[in-house]
């Protein structure tokens, strides 16, 4: 080490090098260890002289030892207190980075199966068609209709067996306004005739669907 | 009010943290052996022996590199470090705390209290105060000019500038005599502790 960088790394201890002197010691630490030993020495001089407790490079290879990954034994603790194993390699203190990652992704992926065999299970235990028997009984038709303004199309479609399903026909015919208040009322009242019987056994607690079916059974205005 | 030589300071600190912040373990490295001294007379105060306090202190460090990032240098460094310090002295403290409690159920059987012992290395605190020892010997054995120089600017903490009107000799000349007062100083240390430092 030449005698101008141990001035300059002298200076810089004092706060006084130039910022060119600065950058070039730091620099210089990475591929010099004498350097740093020269520093850590100027440092203890200062410690010394402020009469601050005096440590050598232990404490510095502890850190380095932790933030590397191994917990070394502490030599300053009394080897007959902690018996340590050389031979053992220590776990990290804190889990790096990329582990804590690749645990989370483990999670997800058995998340992920379990929702899969979740949703496969569903599907193989409980078929889609869950109609109530009543329902089943009778053809479900689905109406579709639009608001008149001269004349409209009404088509009547239903679920039943192939052959109902052949023989049924759109029908088109011109509908009042009282015509359509009066198909959906014929439509709509068993439903929920059905809809409160089956609460009336299932439920019980309620007279409500009650009350709303005497609504229906009147006729729409 | 910031001094210009504690400007400096936080500039140069700034500098060894970007550098450490961009994995530069070595510039780390310089702030570790920089504030462990000054660290370890703080943390001494608050626990029980030097083998706690080098716990403390190692804890600080660890602490202080991974978060590194979180240091935006609106305080000096040396404040930063002194939050984590204290702050990890008082956990590690409320942790020997609970462990002594649970410890001295088993001490009424055993008889025992070996966690409250003074784990400290003798050899090592006796090494540190022979170095220590032959540090001063050898600032005693300085020319008074390079020892003047050194002791305003270490235990007055003067500035270059102002030990040159104090000592009425140029500034270049005041860093020449402190560095050759460290200088010679060191290599005494060397011959004497060879390997000590690194």
């Known amino acids: ?221 | 009010m910031e001094s210009p030589v504690q400007k400096v300071e936080a500039e140069n600190d700034q500098l060894l943290v970007d550098r450490a912040r961009l994995g530069d373990r070595h510039a780390f490295d310089l702030l570790v052996l920089k504030y462990q001294s000054r660290l370890l007379s703080l943390v001494n105060r608050l626990v029980s022996n030097q083998s706690d306090a080098l716990d403390v202190l190692q804890d600080t460090f660890v602490k202080a590199y991974r978060s590194l990032h979180t240091f935006r240098g609106e305080s000096a460094f040396y404040t930063w470090l002194y939050r984590i310090a204290v702050n990890t002295a008082k956990n590690h403290l409320a942790s020997k705390l609970k462990e002594s409690k649970d410890v001295s159920v088993d001490d009424e059987a055993t008889g025992e209290l070996s966690v409250l012992q003074d784990f400290s290395a003798p050899d090592e605190e006796a090494g540190a105060e022979e170095l220590q020892r032959a540090i001063l010997h050898a600032i005693e054995q300085l020319p008074d000019d390079l020892k003047q120089a050194l002791t305003l600017r270490e235990l007055e903490g003067m500035s270059y500038d102002e030990i040159a009107l104090a000592m009425n000799c140029p500034i270049g000349t005041v860093r020449s005599r402190i560095f050759r007062a460290r200088d010679h100083v060191v290599q005494e240390i060397s011959q004497q502790f060879p390997g000590t430092f690194l």
């Not at chain 1, 990329?98 to 999670?107: C, D, I, K, S």
């Open chain 1, 1 to 221: 080490m030449t005698e101008t960088l141990r001035q300059s790394l002298s200076a810089l201890v004092d706060q006084e090098a130039t910022e060119f002197e600065a950058r070039k010691i730091v620099d210089a630490t990475k591929t010099r260890g004498d350097l740093k030993a020269y520093w850590a020495s100027c440092q203890a001089i200062s410690s010394t002289m402020r009469g601050e407790s005096l440590l050598g490079s232990s404490l510095l290879d502890r850190i380095n030892a932790e933030l590397d990954g191994v917990a070394e034994a502490k030599p300053i603790v009394d080897a007959s207190h902690h018996q340590v194993d050389p031979h053992v390699t220590f776990l990290p203190a804190k889990e790096a980075l990329p582990n804590r990652f690749a645990a989370l992704t483990g999670q997800l992926a058995i998340a992920a199966s379990i929702a899969f065999a979740v949703v496969i299970g569903v599907k193989v235990v409980a078929p889609v068609d869950t109609q109530p028997s009543v329902a089943v009984a009778e053809p479900l038709e689905v109406i579709k209709f639009q608001m008149p303004v001269q004349k409209e199309t009404v088509s009547v479609d239903g679920m039943t067996s192939q052959q109902d399903a052949v023989e049924r026909r759109p029908v088109a015919r011109i509908l009042t306004e009282q015509d359509m208040k009066q198909l959906v009322s014929n439509r709509l009242s068993p439903y929920l005739i059905r809809h409160a019987e089956n609460t009336a056994v299932v439920g019980g607690t309620s007279v409500l669907p009650l009350a709303r079916i005497m609504g229906r059974d009147e006729p729409i205005e």
